[in-house]
């Protein structure tokens, strides 16, 4: 089999976990020039070893997702379905997110700051203009006190997401530092 255009006929919908679990594997097909492959040329691209690689490839030809040949001593690879890049592949920033503590909890703390700042800016309006949410909103009784006092518990929750994600990036670079090594890996491999 000289190309994968032969067998897209039938185009899958992958679990989107699948695909992200294997982005590894789809981009070493896509970020080779040639279309079939062999298992060492797919282990270059995933940070995994070969036996967990093999068993993945022999995993998605289950799936009929990719297909497989060994005319010799190497097993020859190739998609069988047309596999869209996982979301992680095509915005690098999310791949970062995912694969860093830190960054997530960072990331935490900006959304429920966000709604801190909403949840602020919605009492100082109501105090400035001496209304009431219910006015605004016709909604039941919700007094402006309580709607200060989420947005400082929000405030107060994304302050601790904040410092906890610096804690560890800080920690995580002490130990890099010392060449202590830990590696985080949210699927668990």
């Known amino acids: 089999m000289s190309s994968k255009s032969t067998d897209k006929a039938d185009s899958v919908d992958i679990d989107p976990y699948l695909k992200e679990q294997n982005e590894g594997i789809f981009n070493a097909f896509a970020n080779e020039e040639h279309t079939v492959l062999t298992t060492p040329e797919i282990e270059q691209h995933v940070d995994l070893g070969g036996r967990q690689v093999r068993r993945r490839l022999d995993k998605l030809e289950d799936e009929g997702i990719v297909g497989s040949r060994k005319p010799g001593r190497t097993k020859l690879w190739w998609l069988r379905t047309e596999v869209e890049e996982p979301v992680s592949a095509k915005y690098p920033i999310i791949r970062l ?9 960072v990331f935490l703390g900006l959304l429920v700051g966000g709604v801190g700042v909403i949840f602020m800016s919605v009492a100082t309006v109501l105090m400035a203009y001496n209304l009431s949410l219910p006015s605004v909103l016709f909604l039941p ?13 929000s405030s107060l929750l994304a302050a601790g997401f904040l410092i906890a994600g610096g804690s560890i990036a800080a920690v995580n670079w002490i130990l890099d530092y010392i060449g202590i090594e830990i590696s985080y890996s949210p699927d668990g491999d």
Request: a neutral charge; charged letters at 0%; hydrophobic letters at 45%.
């Open 97 to 105: 997110v995912q694969n860093t503590l830190s960054l997530q909890f």
């Open 141 to 153: 009784s919700i007094p402006t006190s309580s709607v200060i006092q989420w947005g400082l518990l």
